[in-house]
């Protein structure tokens, strides 16, 4: 019922920087959250990266502070992800969500995007 696209992953250099995109489309009544989850390889558990609500309220992985910026376009229902001054142990699958109310019977739910693949490697 809710859609989630992401972009903007790759590879990337050590110090260098990315930005990921996730635009969410289909039967939207609301999105009350927007954010990003990762996991790295070796079977390692999806963290939380980032997350942004209805009032621009941020919160970030202790990882990710000062390094990432999320922001959103709410016209767009899209998130962005700016990731600067990468390391190796950010190489990881990205993975957008969204806490979305849909029409009748507005009830909410979490979807997720299918991930975008970022390296960071010299």
């Known amino acids: 019922q809710v859609q989630l696209v992401e972009s903007g992953g790759g590879l990337v250099q050590p110090g260098g920087s990315l930005r990921l995109s996730c635009a969410a489309s289909?039967?939207?009544?609301?999105?009350?959250?927007m954010g990003w989850y990762r996991q790295a390889p070796s079977g390692k558990e999806r963290e939380l990266v980032a997350v942004i609500d209805n009032s621009g309220t941020t919160n970030y992985a202790d990882s990710a502070k000062g390094r990432f910026t999320i922001s959103r376009d709410k016209a767009k229902n899209t998130v962005y992800l700016q990731m600067n001054s990468l390391k190796p142990e950010d190489t990881a699958v990205y993975f957008c969500?969204?806490?979305?109310?849909?029409?009748?019977?507005?009830?909410?739910?979490?979807?997720w995007g299918q991930g975008t693949q970022v390296s960071v490697s010299s």
């Open positions: 289909g039967r939207i009544f609301r999105i009350n959250v």
């Open positions: 969500y969204c806490n979305a109310m849909i029409p009748v019977p507005y009830t909410s739910d979490t979807y």
